[in-house]
């Protein structure tokens, strides 16, 4: 018997199905526009492109041009690319435009899909931002559908690491922007470090569309994009606690798996601070539980983290002298990425390789708050449907399942479940065997690079030949996987099947004939390829009779849409497949957070050694284990954000005021106010209201406005004055600071000193910005505390948080004003290398965040890590053959560094 829901589905669909039918009319327009389209020249269509444009900054709405702009564009693809769009597509775009998440599955076009909300929106004149997960990516889009926004008549720019700001700026002027989450982060917070209008890249945030949109805004929206400088060396204080962490025994401390984290318990830390007596980093007489003893304790527990919950091939790799992190989604390595608050500094004592300094933040933002600052945004991913809640809670997008162009034929299979890891990876390895023998092609998810390569070698003992995919083999990517449809072929790959390049049936023909092209110099590149093609049709049946792509899983992931991301490289464009998940009771999902219940009932069924129990009950169950832990995710991501907005709300005041202060022709008002209200707090610090001439401090105010305004005034004559009282003596320090400052700009010339003043008050803003993001991070480490004394630590942060910009505030105008006092008129020479320090200030900040943004790329683009060739006639020893490259262009050596860091230095 049906439930009411399944029933009440059947009878009125469900809300999706709701949302797809709603769409059809608007297909229906386009595609009945599409005959007249056709008629159209290309100049025509260009032409319609001005119309359309003028429409919309007239006034006219967006979605009333929709069907005429998305006719355009198909056409204009169709005649640029060779596509013509479906109709599925077409809804994908119209999904787009009204800020949704479009979830369409691998292989469906979702490149040329964003093409159309693109066009669309960016009629309007603002500029249209599409955000990509890797450098390779965004050019390789930016390049492909470029040919179909030039039939437009629109431009097109791309956004990729060390790129020469003047080409920056006119790439984010251009219609349409292709850049990575990474490059778009760093530049909002590189605009937000700038001491003028024209050196900032961004011109606002409009409307972003988002590839992998799941990726983006949910795996990656913990992390923050942060620029930072070196501090001071301490490796000595890490080297020393790591040589403790070997003798700490397992009642020293507790380690909850499921979040990861280790505490000393009492009995840890008497032997903890016995020993660290001993070795000196504890003064004699100082407790560990001493306020003064905050640092030692924090830097005891990351030793402690580096050695207990940091495994060296699972969470990092040590390369080339490095540790490298590995990212847990992705299994890709994160060069460049490291661990904040001197955890990764912890895990390099333990490695025994350099120790790096650690940082201090200049400007940071969350992917949360940055992706938050667009008027419009959208999404586009195979899997988004389990994050629904999240992605509407978070960012008011809500998501939409586009269908397929043709069924899905891919056989999904109940999961295997095993009693232990051994049997398990026994079955796979037979499994794998029948697979291979009759030709299908087979791709192997793993969760660590440790069990891929446990895998490959029981593979090569049962002499089945693979290829492996994890972190260690990034570069040789795009081959493996255009292998990876391949008849016969066994491909095991780590959490990264195939981003952004699709696995196809008989393999990739693009590969096939550039391969065999460079095969052949002397032959015919045309006559080559139609070979290939009529070969690849035959390999293509081939594969397709043996069943399609096998997607083998050998564990679930926490993240149910993990395992989708993996299912759908099978099954693309209706091309037959099937999935399958084998799992075992000592996978780590299945140990935290499956059921006791289940290791019973298997108990109790009798299960023979290698059999498998096959149910739809274990993948409800298995389902619901997924959901938990995906629901604790989303709820720390959720807390984390609503200790971010504090900063945001913080971030987004002082970026808008240095934004006006920049705009401004002339700040004189601004350091004007400023000047006044610190002369007010000064009267009322030492003249306080409602008191007597006898309780006023003239002497302290005399000195304090030596200090403050540079000033020597007859405060105590004033005092004694009969009548007197403290607004008139606040007026008479007014009238004597704005005459002093006036004579100064004189002085100075009027020119230099609005010159000087935005200097001096965009530096100071900055460097107050960076002393208050320290001092939040250490509120925000500690508060959490405030929860024992049953107080909420999300407020007490909120009201300290407040308590502390302000604090900031008073401090940034007593700053300014005494700067400003004190400056005297200069030589032009010696005003040109002030001038000069300034810009080199400005440059360090930059070098900073290209260093930042470049280490984030690496970390996702296997093209970035790989250093360029040497410039053709580069002579080592004679510097006439470099060239005349620019301080901040790649050396021509090839080594991969800025000129300046290289040969540029001698």
């Keep these: 018997m049906l439930g009411f829901s399944t029933l009440a589905k059947k009878v009125f669909g469900t809300p999706n199905d709701r949302k797809v039918k709603a769409t059809r009319p608007v297909v229906d327009k386009i595609n009945a526009l599409e005959p007249e389209f056709e008629k159209l020249t290309d100049t025509q269509i260009v032409e319609?492109?001005?119309?359309?444009?003028?429409?919309?900054?007239?006034?006219?709405?967006?979605?009333?041009?929709?069907?005429?702009?998305?006719?355009?564009?198909?056409?204009?693809?169709?005649?640029?690319?060779?596509?013509?769009?479906?109709?599925?597509?077409?809804?994908?775009?119209?999904?787009?435009?009204?800020?949704?998440?479009?979830?369409?599955?691998?292989?469906?076009?979702?490149?040329?899909?964003?093409?159309?909300?693109?066009?669309?929106?960016?009629?309007?004149?603002?500029?249209?931002?599409?955000?990509t997960v890797n450098d390779y990516l965004a050019k390789r889009d930016a390049e492909w559908m470029s040919k179909v926004y030039t039939a437009l008549g629109m431009t097109t720019g791309v956004i990729y690491p060390r790129q020469p700001a003047a080409e920056k700026r006119d790439a984010y002027k251009a219609d349409i922007t292709y850049a990575t989450n990474n490059e778009l982060g760093f530049d909002y917070l590189r605009d937000n470090m700038q001491a003028s209008l024209k050196d900032m890249a961004q011109r606002g945030?409009?409307?972003?569309?988002?590839?992998?949109?799941?990726?983006?805004?949910?795996?990656?929206?913990?992390?923050?994009?942060?620029?930072?400088?070196?501090?001071?060396?301490?490796?000595?204080?890490y080297t020393k606690m790591n040589a403790v962490m070997p003798e700490v025994l397992d009642e020293h401390f507790t380690h909850d798996e499921k979040t990861r984290q280790v505490t000393f318990t009492d009995e840890g830390n008497d032997f903890l601070e016995e020993r660290l007596h001993e070795i000196g980093i504890l003064p004699e007489g100082q407790s560990l539980y001493d306020p003064e003893s905050t640092t030692v304790v924090h830097h005891a527990t990351n030793a402690l983290r580096a050695h207990k919950t940091f495994q060296k091939d699972k969470e990092y790799i040590v390369r080339g002298g490095e540790v490298v992190l590995i990212d847990e989604f992705t299994g890709r390595m994160m060069a460049g990425r490291r661990l904040s608050d001197g955890l990764h500094q912890a895990i390099e004592a333990k490695e025994g390789v350099k120790i790096q300094p650690e940082n201090v933040t200049l400007a940071s933002v969350t992917f949360q708050n940055y992706f938050r600052l667009y008027d419009k945004l959208s999404g586009m991913t195979g899997t988004a449907v389990t994050e629904a809640e999240e992605f509407m809670s978070i960012y008011g997008l809500g998501v939409v399942e586009v269908p397929t162009n043709k069924p899905i034929a891919r056989i999904d299979e109940d999961d295997k479940v095993y009693r232990t890891g051994r049997e398990k990876y026994a079955a796979i390895?037979?499994?794998?065997?029948?697979?291979?023998?009759?030709?299908?092609?087979?791709?192997?998810?793993?969760?660590?690079?440790?069990?891929?390569?446990?895998?490959?070698?029981?593979?090569?003992?049962?002499?089945?030949?693979?290829?492996?995919?994890?972190?260690?083999?990034?570069?040789q990517e795009a081959q493996i996987i255009a292998d990876a449809g391949k008849l016969g072929a066994i491909t095991i790959a780590t959490n990264m099947a195939g981003r952004g390049t699709d696995i196809k049936l008989g393999g990739n023909v693009d590969f096939k004939a550039m391969e065999a092209i460079s095969a052949d110099p002397e032959g015919d590149p045309e006559e080559i390829r139609k070979r290939i093609e009529e070969e690849h049709k035959a390999d293509e049946q081939a594969v397709i009779d043996a069943g399609g792509l096998y997607v083998l899983a050998t564990e679930r992931h926490e993240s149910r849409r993990i395992d989708n991301q993996l299912r759908g490289r099978s099954g693309r464009q209706g091309d037959p497949g099937r999935s399958s998940f084998f799992l075992s009771l000592e996978d780590d999902l299945m140990r935290i957070f499956g059921s006791d219940r289940l290791d019973k009932m298997l108990s109790t069924l009798g299960l023979q050694e290698g059999e498998a129990i096959v149910h739809p009950w274990v993948n409800k169950s298995l389902e619901r284990a997924q959901a938990k832990v995906?629901?604790?995710?989303?709820?720390?991501?959720?807390?984390?954000?609503?200790?971010?907005?504090?900063?945001?709300?913080?971030?987004?005041?002082?970026?808008?005021?240095?934004?006006?202060?920049?705009?401004?022709?002339?700040?004189?008002?601004?350091?004007?106010?400023?000047?006044?209200?610190?002369?007010?707090?000064?009267?009322?610090?030492?003249?306080?209201?409602?008191?007597?001439?006898?309780?006023?401090?003239?002497?302290?105010?005399?000195?304090?406005?030596?200090?403050?305004?540079?000033?020597?005034?007859p405060v105590q004559d004033w005092a004694d004055e009969e009548g007197v009282d403290d607004d008139a003596i606040r007026e008479r320090i007014a009238q004597a600071s704005d005459d002093y400052m006036a004579k100064k700009a004189v002085d100075f010339g009027p020119d230099n000193m609005r010159q000087i003043e935005k200097q001096v008050l965009l530096q100071t803003i900055d460097a107050k910005?960076?002393?208050?993001?320290?001092?939040?991070?250490?509120?925000?480490?500690?508060?959490?505390?405030?929860?024992?004394?049953?107080?909420?630590?999300?407020?007490?942060?909120?009201?300290?948080?407040?308590?502390?910009?302000?604090?900031?505030?008073?401090s940034l105008r007593a700053d300014v004003t005494e700067k400003l006092s004190r400056i005297q008129p200069l030589s032009p020479e010696q005003q040109q290398e002030i001038m000069r320090q300034m810009q080199d200030q400005q440059k360090a900040a930059q070098d900073a965040a290209d260093q930042a943004t470049a280490a984030a790329e690496r970390a996702v683009d296997p093209a970035a890590a790989a250093a360029p060739d040497a410039t053709p006639g580069f002579d080592e020893t004679d510097p006439a053959t470099w060239g005349n490259p620019g301080r901040n262009d790649s050396c021509p050596c090839g080594s991969g560094k800025k000129f300046k860091h290289c040969h540029g230095r001698l």
């Design 630 to 713: 995906e629901g604790r995710n989303f709820d720390i991501r959720k807390q984390l954000l609503k200790f971010d907005d504090v900063m945001n709300d913080q971030r987004k005041a002082i970026f808008g005021q240095r934004l006006e202060i920049m705009g401004a022709e002339d700040i004189n008002e601004i350091t004007q106010d400023m000047r006044h209200q610190v002369i007010d707090d000064l009267v009322e610090q030492y003249m306080p209201p409602r008191s007597y001439a006898d309780q006023w401090d003239v002497d302290g105010l005399h000195e304090a406005l030596k200090t403050a305004l540079a000033l020597d005034l």
């Design 429 to 475: 390895v037979e499994e794998i065997r029948d697979a291979h023998e009759k030709g299908q092609p087979v791709l192997v998810g793993t969760t660590s690079i440790e069990k891929s390569e446990m895998l490959g070698e029981m593979l090569t003992e049962a002499d089945l030949p693979h290829n492996i995919l994890n972190a260690r083999q990034h570069e």
């Design 769 to 810: 910005w960076r002393e208050h993001l320290l001092t939040l991070e250490h509120l925000r480490s500690v508060v959490g505390f405030r929860g024992y004394a049953q107080r909420d630590p999300l407020n007490e942060y909120k009201t300290e948080g407040f308590q502390l910009f302000e604090a900031m505030l008073d």
């Design 48 to 131: 319609k492109t001005g119309d359309l444009r003028n429409r919309a900054q007239t006034g006219e709405s967006l979605d009333d041009l929709l069907p005429e702009a998305f006719a355009n564009c198909r056409e204009a693809a169709r005649r640029a690319l060779g596509l013509r769009a479906f109709d599925v597509q077409l809804m994908g775009g119209i999904f787009l435009h009204e800020g949704n998440i479009s979830e369409m599955k691998t292989g469906e076009g979702k490149t040329l899909v964003a093409t159309f909300p693109a066009y669309l929106n960016a009629l309007t004149g603002k500029g249209v931002h599409i955000v």
């Design 205 to 237: 945030h409009n409307f972003a569309i988002v590839d992998e949109v799941d990726s983006i805004l949910i795996d990656e929206a913990r992390t923050p994009l942060i620029i930072s400088g070196p501090s001071d060396d301490r490796s000595e204080l």
